[in-house]
């Protein structure tokens, strides 16, 4: 079936490097992509979303690329900071009624 | 706004008890959905709801009924608990189908 998955299940970054979170998706038919961090112990937490109609998406030290032609979505993390620690998951909202599918997710590794 | 809000946080039960688990969110969302976490592994959907009144099955449904008689609450019940229901259960809200999905803080349920 169709599945999200993530290339690296453990990241260890050093504080102030840039961080890439990659997934990869075999629904073809997804069209809206969300990446959420979730700390120890909390619920996800949005991080940035893309939708299949753009490539690329920047927040806050953070960007989404999207390249539909590999089925592939990454997550880049500008000078990462030890708050940064969590793991990152991506999912993808192909279906109609909204279900999200989700990736095992990545931990993130913050050293100093 | 509070977001999106679960009690209890924690329970404790023993094979064959009953419980429920309470979401509310103040968002006004019509979308509602029960996650299951459990280590290693991505969040999977139990139920869902697209507006009051109406619930649906996700991936792992059985073992699971829900209830959303008012717009704001969605609840999800576990008429004879099991040990494979020890999990961390997340609730989530959105506006829509295609709209980012916000997360609670989460239920940790363990059943011996």
């Known amino acids: 079936g169709e599945s999200v998955g993530l290339h690296l299940p453990t990241l260890s970054v050093q504080e102030g490097d840039n961080s890439i979170i990659n997934c990869a998706y075999s629904?073809?038919?997804?069209?809206?992509f969300i990446w959420y961090k979730q700390e120890s112990g909390k619920g996800p937490q949005f991080i940035i979303d893309?939708?299949?109609?753009?490539d690329k998406r920047q927040g806050q030290r953070v960007t989404v690329l999207l390249n539909k032609t590999v089925k592939h979505l990454s997550l880049q993390i500008a000078a990462t900071q030890p708050g940064d620690s969590a793991v990152y998951f991506c999912a993808e909202n192909g279906d109609s009624w909204g279900k999200l599918q989700f990736g095992a997710g990545t931990q993130v590794v913050v050293t100093p | 706004n509070a977001g999106v809000t679960q009690t209890p946080k924690f329970r404790v039960l023993k094979t064959g008890q009953s419980m429920t688990l309470l979401c509310a969110q103040d968002?006004?969302?019509?979308?509602m959905y029960w996650y299951r976490q459990d280590p290693g592994m991505g969040l999977r959907l139990i139920h869902y709801s697209v507006g009051e009144g109406t619930t649906a099955k996700g991936e792992v449904p059985d073992g699971y009924n829900v209830s959303r008689l008012k717009k704001q609450n969605f609840l999800l019940g576990l008429e004879s608990a099991a040990p494979s229901q020890t999990s961390v259960y997340f609730c989530?809200?959105?506006?829509?189908?295609?709209?980012?999905?916000?997360f609670g803080p989460g239920t940790r349920l363990l059943v011996l």
């Open positions: 989530a809200s959105s506006t829509g189908s295609q709209e980012t999905q916000y």
């Open positions: 893309i939708r299949s109609n753009m």
């Open positions: 629904n073809s038919a997804s069209d809206y």
């Open positions: 968002m006004n969302h019509e979308y």
